[in-house]
Each structure stands twice: as structure tokens, then as C-alpha cells.
């Protein structure tokens, strides 16, 4: 990656010259199945651009999962800089919402007066606090149902959405057939060292340079950055199904250790949960100090729980 960012070709992207910047757009658009594609900085900024655009009038409202990045780890940006209201629907252990309650969270028009009016659904795939739990593209299908029969558009936060690709056997542009917009990640499961691209029709990536532009994203030669990650795009792919068997034997041998317990079905990609049990001498806290002291870097999410990621193959020695 180092070297393919040394040589990258690199022009002015904020005026769109960047001809490593249009091949990776252009290469993303393909693979994701839609008309165009943006590079920006962080997933953050890929979702909050994706909103902003669906959302495009203060006080709209958008539905999405109680557990979901953009609702709890994404510093409430839809609301702060948007003026966009979330309103949650609670993930089932699996990742996805019912049906049922999307449906229901939808505003009623006629209450235009006094409620925020609804625009968007977002899903997250996979989704990560569930376990990196997978949604299936028959799934996806019925939200996108749901949102196209009320007038309503949906966003994909598809950070991992290659992982989920690989663990369904599915291709990604199949999964996000019926998305409006995708943002999708680089830096996560596929090593590159910055950036996520977001995917969707050529009008709405228009909207969405704009936008980018206005939130510090647009970047000169940012070639550089996208070389990276055409590098992870072609190499890094194939490598994810053996990350994922990695996983399944890491949660099968913590399940083994006295103290601590894996929900061995909730391990589909590249992310392992497991808890301590109660009444162990041990914390969550205490734990993660003492794996830290041997290399090993992993996130408390409580004082009993800990999340292990299988790693990219650029952090692998």
C-alpha cells in the first residue's frame, strides 16, 4: 500500500482531476451496482453526507436501528449539523429491525404539524454491535419494500459490507439493490489506511460533493489515500473469508477458557463478543490491561463484556 501511494498518479480532486480518485470511484460504482461513487474521509462523514442529502429539509426524521453506528457512535451529527431527528426502532439480536415497527415508526403526513416528517430508513451492514451480524439481501429487499411504498428513501451504512458478502455467498451490488445510497468502508475490514467511498445515483453523488466540500472532506491529491485502497479493494477481498474461520476458532477456544462465555452463533464475520461470567475474579477493565501488556488490543463495551476483530491483513506482522 505504502509503495502504490508513493507512485500514485494525483491531480486536484476538489475539481475533479484525481484520475486514481475516478478509478477507485469508478471501480466502487461497478461493484456496489450504482451510477457513480465519492471518496470521503471516515465512514462518519460517508453516513453524515448520505443523511444530509435525503434529508435535506431541517426537521426531516429518519429511522434506524436503537443499537446502529450512526445513532450511538457517530457524535449525533444527523441532529447537531443537520438538524435531522432520529427516531429508533430496537435491533433484534440478529442485527435486523421487524418489519413491522419500521413500518410503524413512519410518520403519519397528515400529522405534518406537529411531528418531524419522515424520509429516510437506514440499515447497517453488518451490523456491528449485534456481533457483526449479516442482513440478508431478502431482508434488505422488504425495507426497501416498505420505504419505496410510503415515498422514502434508504441508506446503507455498508462499512462491512463485504464481509457480508462473503459470509452470504452474495454479491455486494445484491445486497444493496434496493439502497438508495451506500456508504462503505475501507479502513475497516479491508486494511486501507483512510476512507470510505459512498455509492448511489449520479445526482445524489452530485448533491453529496457538495456537501462534502462544505464538511472539510474535499482533499487535493487524494490520489494518494485512494491508491491505498484500490490496493485493499484488489488483494485484501479474498482474504476476508479466512479472517472470518479465524474468528469462529477464537470464540470456539474462548467459550473453553473457565470465566468467560461466547454466544457461538452470533459469530458470522469478523467480530467476537464474549462476556464474563458472573461472579468471576476478573473485569472487563483488569482483562483488557493485562492483553494490552501482551500485544493485544481489544474494546470493553462493559464492565462484563469485550469485543475482539479478527485484524486487516496490513495489521498482520
Known amino acids: 500500500m505504502r509503495a502504490a501511494m508513493a507512485n500514485a498518479e494525483v491531480d486536484d480532486?476538489?475539481?475533479g482531476y484525481d484520475p486514481t480518485a475516478f478509478r477507485l470511484e469508478t471501480e466502487m460504482a461497478r461493484i456496489a451496482g450504482k451510477e457513480a461513487a465519492l471518496f470521503v474521509p471516515s465512514g462518519t462523514m460517508g453516513n453524515l453526507v448520505s443523511v444530509l442529502v435525503h434529508c435535506d429539509v431541517r426537521g426531516s426524521e429518519v429511522i434506524l436501528g436503537d443499537n446502529s453506528h450512526i445513532h450511538i457512535y457517530e457524535n449525533?451529527?444527523?441532529?447537531?449539523i443537520g438538524g435531522v431527528h432520529p427516531r429508533t426502532v430496537k435491533n433484534n439480536n440478529d442485527g435486523t429491525m421487524?418489519?413491522?415497527?419500521i413500518e410503524a415508526a413512519i410518520?403519519?403526513?397528515?400529522?405534518?404539524l406537529v411531528y418531524p416528517t419522515t424520509r429516510l430508513i437506514c440499515l447497517e451492514n453488518t451490523q456491528a454491535n449485534c456481533g457483526g451480524r449479516c442482513l440478508s439481501a431478502e431482508y434488505i429487499d422488504r425495507v426497501g419494500e416498505v420505504a419505496k411504498k410510503h415515498g422514502l428513501k434508504l441508506h446503507i451504512d455498508g462499512a462491512r459490507i463485504f464481509n457480508a458478502s462473503v459470509a452470504l455467498g452474495v454479491p455486494v451490488h445484491r445486497l444493496l439493490q434496493a439502497a438508495d445510497s451506500v456508504s462503505i468502508c475501507l479502513s475497516k475490514g479491508l486494511g486501507a489506511p483512510v476512507g470510505s467511498v459512498i455509492v448511489g445515483s449520479k445526482s445524489f453523488i452530485a448533491k453529496a460533493k457538495r456537501l462534502r466540500k462544505t464538511l472539510g472532506g474535499g482533499m487535493r491529491q487524494v490520489g494518494i489515500l485512494c491508491?491505498?485502497?484500490l490496493v485493499a479493494l484488489h488483494e485484501n477481498v479474498g482474504k476476508l473469508e479466512g479472517d472470518h474461520k479465524k474468528a469462529k476458532v477464537l470464540a470456539d477456544g474462548l467459550n473453553q477458557i473457565k470465566g468467560l462465555k461466547v454466544d457461538i452463533t452470533s459469530v458470522e464475520t469478523n467480530i467476537v463478543y464474549f462476556d464474563i461470567v458472573e461472579g468471576s475474579n476478573i473485569t472487563a477493565e483488569k482483562l483488557c490491561k493485562n492483553l494490552e501488556e501482551h500485544g493485544i488490543l481489544v474494546m470493553p463495551e462493559s464492565s462484563s463484556k469485550i469485543r475482539l476483530v479478527s485484524p486487516p491483513p496490513n495489521f498482520r506482522k
Open 13 to 15: 480532486d476538489v475539481l
Open 76 to 80: 449525533g451529527g444527523i441532529s447537531t
Open 98 to 101: 421487524d418489519i413491522d415497527l
Open 107 to 112: 410518520r403519519d403526513p397528515r400529522g405534518e
Open 227 to 229: 491508491a491505498a485502497a
